[in-house]
């Protein structure tokens, strides 16, 4: 027919032509299903009725598989290292941490107490610190081998000068002047020799000078309130609230260690009066600081199972658990009324998180007994005979050969285990358990419908139509979960990719041992039952299979809710309303979803890890994120001006920083003092730039940054400092409260680095911060969790409709998809979760596929069972788990609701089902909806329409 003859017809009002089309399409693509549907459908006949014919043999062959996967376990490894579980590989991050780690080699962990009372600055407050203090750096730990560890073994040493600067104050009459050492901000003017400040490092005989520093001791690194009287008890005793305040305002160094120090940065919620000095304050800070080798530091000795232990030896994670001890006892015994206490170690956010991660495991164990009882329940009938004893038991126990075998294969190709793979067995469970729901209902529907004889000689035969029926749900429902990790696992986030890939895997296993081991175990169960004995004890006989109450219960509940309720006129009007109404709510949370994720959220309100964190930044509300800016072998003689010009562009940015401490203006004051030198307009030798530092580092003011910087060599007294190999600029941002306050602020800081044209010698020059661990995956979180859902999106509706085939309704089935995940994250917003790492793996987990079994009852006892595991979650103080709790109770009900309730009242205003011939025709809009004659389980199921119009299951 010509295009011309099709156009006039369809002026005259005939459509017929396009009908015929889309019906000689629509019938092809139906031949082609229906091809493909019966070549499944024979071949798992073939398998059921295999394993069935050989029960025993398909049973040792499953554990042969279990045993040779298991030996995988001898490759066993389980990842502890932060690094290359949470931080994207490529990123840059993860770039210049272990440039730090190789080039500063080592730092320190920070162990903090905070005394807070109406005001802290009052003797007796003191005291109480004293005591603290005092029992802090006297306990010592004992190790198995005898020998003991105390507080200077442990400690990040510092030379302490404080001795060596008593002695030259008292040396200050030789010289015949009466002025203090001085610190120095910024000269007024230019002194001349004589005004200047008299410095030893600089005015003494250099050989002097160094034999005195060189005979100092080694202290450790603190920050503490005492410093300002020696930690000297019997001063501290006798101290009334006026010495306090005037100590505090005239003193700028630490009578303990001689450096520099800011003792007002100890104290959070201060009162100041008219003239600007505090007179009272809240919160009192002290540090205490242990040693870190980066490059000693094995995370497989001191890491932990979650992979949030940082870096430590383990004489100090031993020394910190004993500090943690004994803290507990001191502020059980010091806090009262007024005063409390609290503190924090290196160790405490690993030992809670990782603790909290796992301490409800026996909750979840508890929640698979229930879910054991339930499944009792569902597949059995009630009497002596038909409990399912031998069937449920088994049936998790094939969970558990999924679980070993996929951990051995995984780990036999090299692919480590994380922390998040605690999750894996309930999702195995769940899919496994789910798999005998649906063989349960198609061996009920098999006994039901076909006349074959219920005698061990025909079970091999029903064995093979029961999973005839069943195994099309089955494969679905894996194909789809094993592609969706396979999507999964291409990701950036190293602990998402390790999950998916396990989780493929586990799958896998689950969809082999479900057909074979489980069927096996099915067939045995059915020769006891077709025998008369007990299911409790098989040597038992009974004459007869008397029940003890109707075991058909739940299928004609369900029957009666399509039937009378959801079917009918006004009860699809629901339907549709609530649907729409859920729908656009869920939408409006969904535009406020948020990408977020603070660390905190793994450590539960009433542990004193949380309790010391939310009382710090109450009392330092201003005291953000610590970083860094890290520069490398660099020509600073060259660089001078440039580095001073990036540090005066940060301070600027006083909307992103709260405070810099730069070792360039303290350096150019002092050079400019003591050597008549400005080097911003004159540059500096090589020579004079290391001999004027050297002179720099080892004076009072400019000691502290001796921390600052790393040498090629041993930094020597009276020597030109060694090449520089390393050399930071502390600063510290203002505390953000959104994800894109704190990313635009990374990255904006990162530019005015990149800018900063520092590209003589190696030109590495960067900023860091270890929050940037958290930021740069909330930075890709949101993409990998977008990418993977409209990748696992894709893949529903390919394979819906390759098994399908049917347009409209692979676009229905796609459309209960979408709606599930708009509701399901809409929800989640509501309920105040976040798009985070944890999410991200819960929205792995949704299988929102699974609403598309055939057989109602089994997929509601499938939700059901599934939401009775996770119940055991709803009281977790566990982030982790809180999260998958909601998230798993989300998928359920929006599952169930469109998958079993929304997508049949949509599919019956389609087609009009009529269960004796199966014929097919388009609903009539004329035709009274009140009464419409639907089997609810043909309803219920996805239809799809062959070239005769026959309705047929998946």
Not at 36 to 61: C, E, M, N, Q, W
Not at 231 to 238: G, K, L, Q
Not at 665 to 686: A, C
Not at 740 to 754: G, K, R, T, W
Request: neutral net charge.
């Amino acid at each position: 027919m010509s295009a011309k003859t099709m156009n006039e017809k369809r002026v005259n009002g005939d459509d017929n032509v396009d009908e015929s089309n889309s019906f000689d399409l629509l019938k092809a693509c139906s031949n082609i299903s229906s091809r493909f549907s019966h070549a499944i459908d024979r071949l798992f006949y073939r398998l059921g009725y295999t394993v069935a014919s050989h029960p025993l043999k398909t049973i040792i062959f499953s554990f042969l598989i279990t045993l040779i996967c298991s030996l995988g376990y001898f490759k066993f490894y389980s990842e502890k290292n932060p690094l290359k579980l949470w931080i994207p590989p490529e990123s840059k991050f993860l770039r210049d941490t272990e440039w730090l780690m190789k080039s500063m080699e080592e730092g320190f962990r920070l162990q903090s107490v905070l005394i807070t009372a109406p005001d802290v600055l009052q003797p007796h407050v003191l005291k109480k610190l004293s005591q603290i203090s005092t029992e802090i750096v006297n306990f010592n730990v004992y190790l198995d081998n005898g020998t003991s560890i105390g507080w200077n073994d442990v400690c990040f040493h510092i030379p302490n000068i404080a001795e060596f600067t008593e002695n030259q104050r008292r040396k200050r009459s030789i010289f015949e002047s009466n002025e203090v050492l001085l610190n120095i901000e910024k000269p007024l003017h230019r002194f001349t020799r004589s005004e200047r400040p008299w410095n030893p490092s600089v005015d003494l005989n250099s050989f002097i000078f160094c034999s005195i520093v060189d005979s100092l001791p080694i202290g450790c690194m603190i920050q503490n309130f005492l410093e300002m009287w020696n930690f000297t008890e019997s001063t501290i005793d006798n101290l009334t609230k006026q010495d306090i305040l005037n100590a505090l305002h005239t003193t700028n160094t630490s009578l303990t260690t001689g450096h520099e120090a800011n003792f007002e940065r100890l104290l959070g919620d201060v009162t100041r009066n008219e003239t600007g000095h505090i007179v009272a304050a809240k919160g009192l800070l002290t540090h205490f600081m242990v040693y870190v080798n980066f490059l000693k530091s094995n995370s497989e000795k001191v890491g932990n199972l979650a992979g949030t232990e940082d870096w430590a030896s383990e004489e100090a994670l031993l020394w910190e658990n004993e500090f943690l001890r004994k803290m507990h006892t001191l502020k059980e015994n010091l806090s009262d009324n007024e005063t409390n206490i609290y503190y924090s170690a290196g160790r405490s956010y690993g030992d809670i998180s990782s603790a909290t991660m796992f301490q409800d495991i026996n909750k979840i164990m508890f929640g698979s007994a229930l879910m054991f009882i339930f499944m009792i329940l569902v597949l059995s009938k009630f009497g002596w005979i038909e409990l399912r004893i031998l069937l449920c038991s088994m049936g998790l126990m094939s969970v558990g050969m999924a679980f070993v075998s996929a951990i051995g294969l995984c780990s036999f190709l090299g692919i480590s285990y994380g922390p998040v793979h605690t999750s894996l067995p309930f999702l195995l469970m769940g899919l496994g358990i789910d798999d005998m729901f649906v063989m349960m209902a198609s061996w009920k529907k098999v006994q039901r419908e076909h006349r074959l004889p219920r005698d061990p000689s025909t079970l091999p035969e029903r064995m093979g139509m029961m999973l005839q029926m069943a195994g099309s749900s089955i494969t679905i429902t894996s194909f789809t979960d094993v592609v969706a990790f396979v999507i999964g696992s291409i990701t950036i986030l190293p602990s998402l990719e390790s999950f998916c890939l396990y989780a493929g895997v586990g799958v896998v296993f689950i969809f082999i041992y479900v057909n074979t081991f489980v069927v096996a175990i099915f067939t045995i169960d059915e020769y006891r039952i077709q025998a008369n004995r007990n299911a409790f004890a098989p040597c038992i006989a009974h004459k007869s299979n008397r029940l003890w109450c109707d075991a058909h219960l739940m299928d004609r509940l369900v029957s009666f809710v399509y039937t009378k309720f959801i079917m009918t006129k006004p009860g699809k009007v629901i339907v549709l309303m609530t649907a729409l109404a859920v729908t656009s709510y869920s939408f409006t949370g969904l535009l406020r979803l948020e990408q977020k994720f603070d660390p905190n959220w793994f450590i539960p309100e009433r542990t004193y890890l949380s309790k010391f964190t939310t009382v710090k930044k109450g009392l330092f509300p201003d005291q953000g994120y610590e970083a860094a800016i890290l520069m490398g072998r660099l020509n600073y003689t060259a660089e001078l001006n440039h580095i001073a010009a990036l540090i005066e562009t940060i301070e600027n940015r006083t909307d992103l920083v709260h405070e810099i401490s730069s070792w360039v203006s303290p350096f150019h004051d002092f050079v400019q003092v003591y050597y008549d030198t400005d080097f911003f307009t004159t540059t500096l030798s090589d020579y004079d730039f290391r001999f004027y530092l050297s002179k720099f580092l080892h004076t009072h003011r400019g000691g502290k940054y001796r921390a600052n910087f790393r040498f090629k060599t041993k930094l020597e007294c009276g020597e030109p400092v060694p090449e520089i190999t390393v050399s930071t600029i502390d600063f510290k941002y203002k505390r953000f409260k959104s994800r894109s306050n704190y990313l635009s602020a990374m990255h904006a800081i990162e530019n005015i680095v990149e800018n900063a044209q520092l590209k003589s010698g190696d030109g590495f020059a960067t900023v860091w911060g270890r929050v940037y661990g958290n930021w740069v995956t909330d930075e890709v979180i949101d993409t990998e969790v977008s990418r993977n859902i409209m990748l696992a999106l894709a893949c529903v509706m390919f394979c819906t409709t390759i098994l399908i085939l049917n347009p409209n309704v692979c676009f229905w089935i796609f459309m209960c998809v979408v709606l599930t995940l708009i509701n399901v994250c809409g929800m989640m917003e509501v309920w105040g979760l976040t798009i985070d790492l944890v999410s991200c793996i819960g929205l792995e987990l949704e299988r929102a596929m699974k609403t598309v079994s055939h057989i109602v009852p089994a997929v509601l006892y499938g939700g059901f069972s599934t939401l009775l595991a996770v119940s055991m979650l709803a009281d977790s103080e566990a982030y982790t788990f809180q999260a998958f709790f909601k998230i798993f109770l989300l998928v359920i009900i929006f599952g169930l609701f469109f998958g079993l309730v929304f997508l049949p009242v949509i599919l019956s205003n389609e087609y009009e089902i009529t269960p004796t011939n199966g014929s097919r025709k388009r609903r009539n809009n004329r035709r009274n909806e009140s009464n419409v004659n639907v089997d609810d389980k043909e309803m219920i199921s996805f239809i799809q329409m062959n070239g005769n119009g026959n309705i047929e299951k998946l």
